[in-house]
């Protein structure tokens, strides 16, 4: 394993430079790393540096670490050169099994040995993604939040063939560059947070394809209700309040039978066009002639006073 300790992690490279990638070199940047960017598109550059941009302002509220600029990133030419002096690699390419798994070899195959090499991937367990890879040992899931360089959590596990070391190693990382983590102790597919997120997303799809809600309806009904809990106090402690005093026992013995009352459907509807267009011109309606620009600078104005108001703006130092 890797020599260098996390808290002197000082040069990360990103391989992958759309919304997630882009966010994360926005993160580290802001964390005052130096950051080595690749993507192969031939916009990527000026896509990233827009990203970064926009970001920014969000980043200042925030608190930027000393030292921290965007003139500290680097755009390479190649993989090779991104992480030739890497000391921390994370991957955010498309979510395509075939794509990962070749991309994570020669990630290996290119990164100094011992460096950790995490996988933003939203759901394959590494187990799957390291097959090819000569040294699968330091290849770790960082699966982060959009936007990486807002939402805290990261969620970090590790596959069958990655050593402890490398996943408690990731761990440590990136709590050190201002995350929040939750270390999983087995590869469920998913992970912790996109499963919940994702029963939510199959339930809110039924809906509108059987007509039942609009898609503004189905926004509403989380940011005036459930969602307002859920910044600060998970599904858990909130249901519990629901039993008053006699907290989640009276919950669960009052409200318990209705877990066999038919109100989910768990099976993913068919995406087919009517539902695809349907949801896709809700979200324009909703949007109301907000560009996504516009949409971003509210969502990252929204989190930033969510985090202020429930006292977890933490600064910015490393
Ligand atoms: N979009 C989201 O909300 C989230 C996405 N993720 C995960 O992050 C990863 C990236 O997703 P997005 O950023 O949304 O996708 P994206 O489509 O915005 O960006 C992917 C980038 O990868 C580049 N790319 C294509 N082939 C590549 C290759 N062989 N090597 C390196 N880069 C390559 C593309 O040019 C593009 O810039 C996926 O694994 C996704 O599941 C994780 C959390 C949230
Ligand atoms: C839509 N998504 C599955 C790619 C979302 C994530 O993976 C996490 C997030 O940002 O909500």
Same mark, same amino acid.
């Given at each position: 394993m890797t020599t260098t300790t996390p808290e002197e992690v000082r040069r990360v490279a990103c391989i992958g430079a759309g919304v997630i990638g882009g966010g994360w070199v926005a993160h580290f940047l802001a964390r005052g790393y130096d950051v080595t960017a690749w993507d192969p598109a031939p916009d990527a550059e000026s896509k990233l540096r827009r990203l970064v941009e926009a970001a920014w302002p969000a980043l200042t509220q925030l608190g930027l670490a000393d $030292? +921290? *600029?965007?003139? =500290?990133l680097t755009v390479t030419a190649t993989l090779e050169e991104a992480v030739a002096d890497a000391q921390f690699v994370q991957e955010s390419a498309p979510e395509k099994l075939e794509l990962k798994r070749d991309l994570l070899a020669e990630l290996d195959a290119a990164t100094p040995a011992g460096v950790v090499i995490a996988s933003s991937t939203s759901g394959y367990p590494m187990t799957d993604m390291q097959? @090819? +890879? +000569? @040294? %699968? $040992? =330091?290849l770790v899931v960082g699966h982060p939040f959009n936007p990486p360089y807002l939402i805290p959590l990261v969620e970090v596990v590790g596959g069958e063939r990655t050593d402890a070391e490398a996943v408690a190693w990731a761990s440590r990382f990136y709590d050190v560059a201002g995350k929040s983590v939750i270390t999983m102790k087995s590869e469920v597919p998913g992970f912790i947070a996109n499963r919940l997120q994702e029963a939510l997303w199959r339930e809110a799809l039924h809906m509108v394809a059987n007509g039942e809600a609009t898609v503004q309806e189905i926004d509403d009904s989380i940011t005036e209700g459930p969602g307002l809990r859920w910044a600060f106090m998970g599904p858990m402690l909130t249901f519990a309040l629901a039993g008053g005093e006699g907290g989640m026992a009276h919950m669960l013995d009052h409200f $318990? %039978? *209705?877990?066999?009352? %038919?109100? @989910? =459907?768990l099976e993913a509807p068919e995406l087919d066009k009517k539902l695809y267009d349907a949801v896709v011109a809700g979200c324009d309606e909703e949007a109301d002639g907000r560009t996504i620009a516009d949409l971003v600078a509210e969502r990252d104005q929204g989190v930033i006073d969510v985090l202020r108001a429930t006292g977890r703006l933490n600064g910015g130092t490393k």
């Amino acid at each position: 394993m890797t020599t260098t300790t996390p808290e002197e992690v000082r040069r990360v490279a990103c391989i992958g430079a759309g919304v997630i990638g882009g966010g994360w070199v926005a993160h580290f940047l802001a964390r005052g790393y130096d950051v080595t960017a690749w993507d192969p598109a031939p916009d990527a550059e000026s896509k990233l540096r827009r990203l970064v941009e926009a970001a920014w302002p969000a980043l200042t509220q925030l608190g930027l670490a000393d $030292g +921290a *600029s965007q003139d =500290r990133l680097t755009v390479t030419a190649t993989l090779e050169e991104a992480v030739a002096d890497a000391q921390f690699v994370q991957e955010s390419a498309p979510e395509k099994l075939e794509l990962k798994r070749d991309l994570l070899a020669e990630l290996d195959a290119a990164t100094p040995a011992g460096v950790v090499i995490a996988s933003s991937t939203s759901g394959y367990p590494m187990t799957d993604m390291q097959t @090819t +890879a +000569a @040294t %699968p $040992g =330091r290849l770790v899931v960082g699966h982060p939040f959009n936007p990486p360089y807002l939402i805290p959590l990261v969620e970090v596990v590790g596959g069958e063939r990655t050593d402890a070391e490398a996943v408690a190693w990731a761990s440590r990382f990136y709590d050190v560059a201002g995350k929040s983590v939750i270390t999983m102790k087995s590869e469920v597919p998913g992970f912790i947070a996109n499963r919940l997120q994702e029963a939510l997303w199959r339930e809110a799809l039924h809906m509108v394809a059987n007509g039942e809600a609009t898609v503004q309806e189905i926004d509403d009904s989380i940011t005036e209700g459930p969602g307002l809990r859920w910044a600060f106090m998970g599904p858990m402690l909130t249901f519990a309040l629901a039993g008053g005093e006699g907290g989640m026992a009276h919950m669960l013995d009052h409200f $318990g %039978p *209705s877990l066999k009352s %038919p109100w @989910t =459907r768990l099976e993913a509807p068919e995406l087919d066009k009517k539902l695809y267009d349907a949801v896709v011109a809700g979200c324009d309606e909703e949007a109301d002639g907000r560009t996504i620009a516009d949409l971003v600078a509210e969502r990252d104005q929204g989190v930033i006073d969510v985090l202020r108001a429930t006292g977890r703006l933490n600064g910015g130092t490393k």
